[in-house]
T-cell receptor
Framework: ETGVTQTPRHLVMGMTNKKSLKCEQHLGHNAMYWYKQSAKKPLELMFVYNFKEQTENNSVPSRFSPECPNSSHLFLHLHTLQPEDSALYLC?????????????FGPGTRLTVL | AQKVTQAQTEISVVEKEDVTLDCVYETRDTTYYLFWYKQPPSGELVFLIRRNSFDEQNEISGRYSWNFQKSTSSFNFTITASQVVDSAVYFCALSVNFGNEKLTFGTGTRLTIIP
């Protein structure tokens, strides 16, 4: 595997379900991100992890719970979501602290909340 | 606060035509970084270019070129001799941090190249 991978690619869940999104980066980066992409809205940064420590929580509701067990893996735990949470969730990684100019993105998980 | 505006929601051009995607940004910081990303139908965003606020030189990479003008706070992207493979959503983004930990994205421009 190369780059940034995300599983599952598609997820349909009810409002009472609990599910998790997984992201893995194979680039040796030390920063990882979760973004939410809704139709006709800018990409919204949700969480940032640098060296496994959360450095940004962009006022995200508590029904979204991130977990970063190591610098290569990032999870987004979901529970009691709302239909308006349906969106494409993108994971990205970068080498924080360097002016590399580049965040590498995964293909995203298309989430539908019924 | 930072803001990025991409006023063009959708653009369609016939193959081989040139097309320019507009990006206007707002920031009070004097040091900042501007980016363009491409999002093909597969979903992942692909990095195209980064520019820092001290470098106003325009850049050309193959059929792609970028025009950075601080006077108008714009960072426009031109594709010359467009091809069907250029069809995608293009995002302009801004960061004021060292590195790129917090990117502020525009709403994107959906570009369709008609064969």
């Amino acid at each position: 595997e190369t780059g940034v991978t995300q599983t599952p690619r598609h997820l349909v869940m009810g409002m009472t379900n609990k599910k998790s999104l997984k992201c893995e980066q194979h680039l040796g980066h030390n920063a990882m991100y979760w973004y939410k992409q809704s139709a006709k809205k800018p990409l919204e940064l949700m969480f940032v992890y640098n060296f496994k420590e959360q450095t940004e929580n962009n006022s995200v509701p508590s029904r979204f719970s991130p977990e970063c067990p190591n610098s290569s893996h990032l999870f987004l735990h979901l529970h009691t979501l709302q239909p308006e949470d349906s969106a494409l969730y993108l994971c990205a990684s970068s080498q924080a602290g360097e002016v590399s100019g580049e965040q590498f993105f995964g293909p995203g998980t298309r989430l539908t909340v019924l | 606060a930072q803001k990025v505006t991409q006023a063009q929601t959708e653009i369609s051009v016939v193959e081989k035509e040139d097309v320019t995607l507009d990006c206007v940004y707002e920031t009070r910081d004097t040091t900042y970084y501007l980016f363009w990303y491409k999002q093909p139908p597969s979903g992942e965003l692909v990095f195209l270019i980064r520019r820092n606020s001290f470098d106003e030189q325009n850049e050309i990479s193959g059929r792609y070129s970028w025009n950075f003008q601080k006077s108008t706070s714009s960072f426009n992207f031109t594709i010359t001799a467009s091809q069907v493979v250029d069809s995608a959503v293009y995002f302009c983004a801004l960061s004021v941090n060292f590195g790129n930990e917090k990117l502020t994205f525009g709403t994107g421009t959906r570009l369709t190249i008609i064969p």
